[in-house]
């Protein structure tokens, strides 16, 4: 039985068996940790930072340069 329209769309609305299926196999994989570990928001923060103060680093230096080379 062909429960999808010709561009793949479910033609059954919300009880589609093919649209159950693969909510059931998504859930399973999310429920099992197949997806993967959550990131740890902590790291998430340090690295910005890590970023943020390399990027305020090497604009400060850039502007000392900047000082330095036209002097004022």
Not at 46 to 51: D, E, G, R, V
């Amino acid at each position: 039985m062909n429960y999808c329209n010709d561009i793949g769309t479910c033609t059954q609305g919300r009880d589609c068996p093919i649209r159950k299926q693969r909510a059931k196999e998504t859930d399973d994989a999310y429920m099992s940790g197949g997806w993967g570990k959550v990131a740890d928001p902590y790291d998430d923060i340090t690295s910005t930072f890590k970023a943020l103060l390399a990027v305020i680093a090497v604009t400060a230096a850039l502007t000392l340069l900047a000082f330095f080379i036209w002097g004022k």
